[in-house]
């Protein structure tokens, strides 16, 4: 099925919002299984009692048994009312690009580790943080051993283009990415990659940089190593206008097939284990990405040189390791809150 019939199907009134365990939730479960099998993998469900959904499994053996694993979530908000929920960018995108990129490593299997894609239930209140989230119970009743995973990542909020319409190809092509600096080699396999793909452009940010926002907290909480990729909270966020009319066709392709190049040099990294980083914090990468932004940003606002000149001056007070004095943290948070703001 083509993407964007795919996200539609998603976002359908027969799917009437994804909300876990209703009729909906189903619906959408038996189209993310179909898709998996239509592009060669064998998912299996695994129920996930506290949403009263399930989980979708879809493993593609490596040479070893080592991991990747790629994770979406497909529930939504469901309905209220005479509304509903329709989260086309939250999360139906990110699902068509977890099939995409399945569909291209079946094809052409990566050398080294294999590939497990997840589509998780339960990522929406009232679950989120709690064991009825999908991702929780994985972690806790993980298919494959935590440990054998090298690389958790996740996607949500990955369909639309960054900032109003006007603003720069190379805001609006950004995708952020969060928790590189977490894992030994990641942020420079993510620094590599970052402009290699036509289309879209990775910007790394500390994980720190936002609360906890979607399925990589159970990983990261268990030390398993995590990138999270997401464009940000829109003005659609949890809206019934995040419908699929407004996504960003050529920005989601772009990102499917970065994402696959991705995932091929993460199965094929030749260290045996990739180490998790506990205690790093990597403010200096998250200032450099607000400073390359606001300067794009410039000629929409004269706000955005002056918070460019604000980033500047804390790059300049991080330590060797990248980090900011606790006390200079208040303004570095009032500073990513406001760009945030700025391109919602
Ligand atoms: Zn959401």
Same mark, same amino acid.
């Given at each position: 099925?083509?993407?964007? #019939? ?18 909906? /939730? ?7 299984? %179909? ?8 998912? #299996? ?17 490596? +040479? ?7 994770? +979406?979530? @497909?529930?939504?908000? /469901?309905?209220?009312?005479?509304? #509903? ?10 699902? *068509? ?20 894609? *997840?589509?998780?239930? /339960?990522?929406?209140?009232? @679950? ?15 298919? &494959? ?29 950004? &995708? ?10 990641? +942020? ?11 289309? &879209? ?35 659609? @966020?949890?809206?019934?206008?995040? #419908? ?9 392709? =772009? ?24 205690? &790093?914090?990597?403010? =200096? ?12 940003? %410039? ?46």
């Amino acid at each position: 099925m083509p993407l964007r #019939t795919f996200i539609e199907s998603l976002c359908s009134s027969q799917c009437a919002g994804r909300a876990p365990g209703s009729a909906g /939730g189903r619906a959408a479960r038996a189209l993310v299984a %179909e898709a998996f099998r239509e592009v060669g993998l064998e998912p #299996t469900e695994q129920p996930v009692p506290g949403c009263g959904g399930a989980n979708i499994l879809a493993p593609l053996r490596g +040479a070893q048994d080592r991991w990747v694993l790629v994770a +979406a979530h @497909y529930d939504h908000l /469901g309905r209220e009312g005479s509304h #509903t929920y329709h989260g086309a960018d939250d999360n139906a995108a990110a699902v *068509a690009i977890m099939v995409e990129v399945a569909r291209a490593l079946r094809r052409d299997p990566p050398k080294g580790r294999g590939v497990l894609f *997840a589509a998780f239930d /339960g990522e929406e209140p009232p @679950y989120f943080l709690s064991e009825g989230m999908g991702s929780e119970h994985f972690a806790l009743h993980p298919t &494959v051993p935590l440990n054998t995973i090298d690389l958790m990542v996740c996607m949500d909020l990955v369909g639309h283009a960054i900032g109003p319409e006007g603003a720069p190809e190379e805001v609006r092509q950004s &995708v952020f990415a969060l928790g590189a600096e977490r894992s030994e080699g990641t +942020a420079a396999l993510v620094e590599r990659l970052a402009r290699v793909e036509p289309g &879209v452009i990775l910007r790394r940010f500390d994980a720190e940089t936002v609360p906890p926002l979607s399925d990589y907290w159970g990983f990261w909480r268990r030390n398993v190593p995590f990138l999270f990729l997401t464009n940000g909270r829109w003005r659609y @966020y949890h809206t019934p206008e995040d #419908t699929p009319d407004k996504l960003d066709y050529a920005k989601i392709e =772009a990102t499917a097939r970065w994402l696959e190049r991705l995932v091929r040099e993460a199965c094929a990294r030749p260290e045996p284990k990739v180490r998790f980083l506990s205690g &790093v914090r990597d403010d =200096a990468s998250t200032l450099r990405s607000l400073m390359d932004l606001l300067a794009n940003l %410039e000629s929409l606002s004269p706000m955005a040189a002056l918070g460019r000149a604000s980033a500047e001056q804390l790059l300049a007070r991080c330590d060797a390791s990248g980090r900011l004095a606790d006390a200079e943290r208040a303004q570095f948070l009032m500073l990513v809150g406001q760009l945030e703001r700025g391109l919602a």
